[in-house]
């Protein structure tokens, strides 16, 4: 049985503008996805962005991808609680400093 891994990332793809962890942790999931399952929580704005990325809605599930709104935010904590009771393995906080997606 695989086990369950929980990212929680203020940015992840499709972002251009949040740097080499965006990509880090991509092709890092690509390459162990075999052995894990993933789940990954993160903002549905790129960095330094007020839009929002096209052709993908807040709240809803995208190949195991959540992307949340700047304005709903009250949601992760729903999310985490429906995804806490899971029994995840491991969570992976990718931002010591996020206040959303690390410090609360």
Do not use: C, W
Request: avoid cysteine; hydrophobic fraction near 40%; glycine fraction near 2%.
């Amino acid at each position: 049985m695989k086990k369950k891994i929980l990212v929680l990332t203020p940015y992840y793809v499709p972002s251009l503008n949040a740097g080499g962890p965006v990509r880090s942790i991509h092709n890092l999931i690509n390459l162990i996805s075999n052995k894990f399952n993933f789940e990954i929580i993160t903002s549905i704005f790129d960095h330094g962005s007020k839009e929002s990325y096209k052709n993908i809605f807040e709240n809803k599930l995208y190949d195991n991808v959540i992307y949340l709104n700047q304005n709903s935010f009250i949601y992760l904590f729903k999310i985490l609680k429906l995804l806490f009771n899971k029994k995840y393995d491991t969570i992976y906080l990718n931002s010591f400093f996020s206040l959303y997606f690390t410090l609360i």
